[in-house]
């Protein structure tokens, strides 16, 4: 029993004394062993160097880089003019898919059988246009008709005549239908104006025959020959008469002259007669009634002519408000269909954008200052890249303005004040149907060049300049074995966080080491800032 108890003592002792030497051995160890946290902490800081970059050659460009909205331009309800067609406006055909595309000439619909065609303009149809109106919508026709290559006459002429219903005709043998007809009652008119004045010229040529017998002064049947015989005849038996009866009364003949004072007067009023009729010959006849005849005739001849005119006139081909519609620019892309055939149509009948893609864009007044109309952009997409081109720039309404479009990110941008917004429009270049299909409906990202050097250029990070005394830039030139020089230069174009180096005082080339900073020196926030930041990117 006692040797059991002695022995389980010297077990708790073995242990209690290793656990004492463990301890004693732990404590050594931790003395003598430090951790890599501690032995930092106790380290002394390494002494500052310069950092440096290499000079180099490269291409500084500046860009302005917006958001914007892609879709097509400017969409539009087209409806028709209905009211002139006297019943139901049934759709017949030529109902167009979505997708399709409007150009200038096009069929945009059918209705009872009859076209609806597509004209370029601003103004919208009104009234049907016909012989005699006069307004701005001739002259917006003209117009159209000329920029489609059909004479239509002068633009300028606002008046519908004969030469814009010769361009009506034309357009309508283009487009594949029947031109238009003035109408049954028109046609009719013109017939009975063309027997009207072929009465009116039977008229004329009776009262010009009148007045040409009135004119002959020797009446009907007597020539002034025969009235110049008749003369000489009465004065041969005056004469013959007077030299018989100067006769002794037993000297004369009584058979071949009665010398009796009847017979004697009567041969002198014979030729008194005869010289009378004579001398009527001589003198103009009184025709004022026959000539007031021919007056009147010929007016009338006039008044017919005039009438057979304006019905012909009324005949020419008329362009009614029924059958076309005018949209501001072409071509069009159809957006939405609300019609089918067999349907009828009531208000607007489809919607169309333009069939040219763009991008919406807003820009700050200081960038859409630096974009004008025509300068060239591109769209980052991940097969490459789209080109675009400004179309116009303009004042962006307020709500468009609190969209916040177009700029990228927030901040203080999207909190400028209204008047300090543009709307930028861009033109998208060639896409292929698998970039129209992802672009459509998206908002990207539109990056446009607006300066950049011609070239390669020397170029240092803009964190390589300081300032000297008067102003002038310099650079810190190491030159090994830890010296340094300041070289004065001369910079240009500042982009991207590099900026050119046009000329220097002391030669300065490519490969040539510049400080930018110091190695272990403490850094502040704003040194810690990328240096590159484009100011003219926006957010």
Known sequence: MSAHVSGGRRTIVAMAVVAVLCLAAGVLLSRLIVSPGAAAAEAAPPTAGPITVPVERRTIGNEVVLRGDVGYDDPVELRVETGDLGGPAVVTGQVKEVGATLEAGAVALEVVGRPVVVLPGELPTYRTLRVGVSGPDVQQLRTALQAMGIDGGDPANATYDASAAAGVRALYQRVGYEPPSAGEEATEAVTAAREGLTAAQEALRSTQAQLAGAGTAAGPGASLAELDGAIRVAEARAAFLGSQCALPFEARDPSAADCSPPALVEADAALQT??????????????????????????????????????????????????????????????????????????????????????????????????????????????????????????????????GEGAEGGGEESARPTGDRRRVVFTVGALTPEQLTALQGTNVRVRVPVSSTEGEVLAVPLAALTAGPGGESRLEVADGEGASRLVEVTTGLAAGGYVEITGSKEPVEEGDLVVVGAAGAETSDEDEAEPGADATEEG
Do not use: C, W
Request: hydrophobic share 40%.
């Open 274 to 403: 005869a010289r009378a009729a004579r001398a009527a010959a001589d003198k103009a006849p009184d025709t004022s009634v026959e000539r007031g005849a021919v007056r009147a005739a010929q007016d009338q001849v006039n008044a017919a002519r005039t009438a057979l005119q304006q019905a012909e006139a009324d005949t020419l081909t008329p362009l009614p408000a029924t059958e076309v519609v005018y949209l501001p620019s072409l071509p069009r892309r159809v957006d939405d269909v609300e019609v089918r055939r067999g349907g009828t149509v009531s208000g607007a009948f489809m919607t169309v954008s333009g069939a040219t893609v763009q991008v919406t864009a807003s820009a700050s007044k200081a960038d859409a200052d630096l974009l004008t109309p025509g300068t060239a952009g591109t769209i980052p997409l991940e097969d490459g890249e789209v080109p675009v081109t400004v179309a116009e720039v303009t004042d962006t309404k307020p709500a468009d303005a609190a969209d």
